[in-house]
């Protein structure tokens, strides 16, 4: 079953780099400070593409933008990648509900440990995200995904 895992994370991951080259770079970039996860830089294509204010930057991930529910989801896969591991997942963000984003959050690390992570983002509108989701369940992916600890809703 390791072969699978491991072709799935260089598909993914190159989806998300082919997809840099043509439309530009969306990516974001997270610290944990005191136990907090803060977005200490988003890009700007990334912000405007989710419909979030540049004043975004700087705020931890419970903040008035997010429900708890959505949040706490999103601890999850941050505490994930700080301990060392990339992570896929997708979500749509309330400020902009017609698009969805899939991520892939790669750990930062200087002398062995973790000091931050950056989000690699794509952007798809409504049907573009319903085709993708239909060639990753039919591919039967979002087993894998779970294995490799991304692939989730955050819905």
Known sequence: MQKP???????LSKM???YEETN?????YIKKINGIFLFVYVNQN?????????SFIGMDIYNPIFSKQFSDRVYTIFEEAWGGNTVFYYA??????DVFFVC????????????????????????????FTGVVTSMGVCEICEKLG???NLQ
């Open 24 to 28: 530009g770079p969306l990516y974001y």
């Open 150 to 152: 991304g692939g989730r």
């Open 5 to 11: 895992e491991i072709e799935l994370l260089s598909i």
């Open 92 to 97: 749509m963000l309330p400020t902009n509900p």
């Open 46 to 54: 990334l912000l405007e593409g989710l419909g979030l204010p540049k």
């Open 104 to 131: 892939m959050l790669k750990p930062i690390k200087k002398e062995g440990i973790v000091v931050e992570a950056k989000g690699h983002c794509v952007l798809f509108n409504k049907t573009d995200f319903e085709q």
């Open 16 to 18: 998300i780099y082919e």
